[in-house]
C-alpha cells in the first residue's frame, strides 16, 4: 500500500490525516458485499436468488457503502499511524467522510489524538510539610472498645487477662497486661498513621511535579481512559451476575457522580503515568535485567496457575521493563523530592 495520507498538526495534541482509498479497492468489496446480500433474495415474479441485482441495489446501496468503508478504513488508517509512528491515547476520530457516489479515489479525514512534548520541571520547587506523628490516649482507647466490641472473649472485662486473650487472636507476642497490649496498640497505630500520612506527601509531591511541569493530558484521552473504567466495572458486574442498572437502583449510586468519580480517577492516573515516564527518560533511568527478572519470579509466585509461555511474550516483557522503569522512576523521584528521610519513615 503506498502513501496515500497527507499528514497535518494541529495544535500539541491532534493530527489530522487526510487518507485516500483507492476507488477500485472500494469498489471490489462492494460488489462482493452486493453479490452476497441479493444471492438469495426474493421479489415477486423472480425465482430466489435470480432477482436481478440492478433491482434491489438502490434500497441497500448507503448501507452496504458504508459498511464496506467501515470494514476497509482501519487497514488504512493504521497504516498511516504505523508509517507516521503515532502512539495511540484514543481512539482515532473520522472528522470528514468520502462522497461515495463518484468515481474518484474515496478521501477521509481522521483526527489522531497524540501525547504533546512536556518538559521537567524544576523538582527543587517542590515543598511538603512533614506533620509530627502523634497517637492520643483517646485514640488507643477508641481502638480497645472496638477490639472488645467485635472479638468474642471469655474474659468479659477490660483487663490484663482480656488483654492476653484479644492478643494470642491478634498474633501479637509478649503481651502480658492490659498496659503492654495497649503500647503496641499504640505502636501500630503510629505505623498506621506514618504510612497514611507518606501517601499524602507522596501524592502531593506528585501533584506540584505535574503543575511544575505543566503536564496537561488531553481531554480525549482522559475520557476514553474513564470510559474503559466504566466498561471494567460493567464486565465485574456481570462477572457477579449483577446487571449494573439494578446495581445502581439498589445502592442509591449516582450514575453522573460515578462517571465525574472516574474522569477525574483517570486524569490523575494518566498525570501521574505522564510525569513518571517524562522522569524517566529526563533522568536517563535505566533497569538492569536482573530487575526484570526478579519482578517476573515475583510474578510466577504470586500467579502459580498463569499459562507460563507469557512469560516468555516479548511484548509482555516490554510492558514489564516499561512497569519497572516507572517504579524505579517514582523511588528515584521520592527520594529527591521529600528527602531519604521520608523514605526511612515510609520503613518504619
Partial sequence: ??????????????????????????????????????????????????????????????????EVFEKLAPMFINTAIQKEKIELIAPPKY?????????????????????????????????????????????????????????ETKAKTINDAWAKEIAKKLNLEDIKSLDNLKKEIEKILTTQKNHMLMQTYQENALKQAVNLSEIVIPQAAIEFEAKERERAFEQDMEGRGVKTDDFIKQSGIDIKQMREAWLKDAKDALESDMFLTLYAKTKDIKVKKEDIDKKIEMIKKSQPNADQSIFENEQWLEYIERVERKEKAFREFIEVALGKDFLNMEEK
Fill in 1 to 66: 500500500m503506498s502513501d496515500m495520507y497527507t499528514r497535518e498538526d494541529k495544535g500539541k495534541d491532534t493530527v489530522i490525516l487526510t487518507i485516500t482509498m483507492p476507488r477500485d479497492d472500494f469498489d471490489k468489496s462492494y460488489n462482493a458485499l452486493l453479490k452476497d446480500q441479493t444471492k438469495d433474495s426474493s421479489v415477486k415474479g423472480f425465482r430466489k436468488g435470480k432477482v436481478p441485482t440492478d433491482l434491489l441495489e438502490p434500497s441497500i446501496k448507503p448501507m452496504l457503502q458504508f
Fill in 95 to 151: 472528522s470528514e467522510l468520502p462522497k461515495f457516489d463518484n468515481k474518484d479515489d474515496l478521501e477521509f479525514k481522521v483526527e489522531v489524538t497524540i501525547m504533546p512534548e512536556f518538559k521537567l520541571g524544576n523538582m527543587k520547587k517542590i515543598k511538603v510539610e512533614k506533620e509530627d506523628v502523634k497517637i492520643e490516649q483517646k485514640d488507643v482507647d477508641q481502638a480497645i472498645k472496638e477490639l472488645k466490641t467485635n472479638n
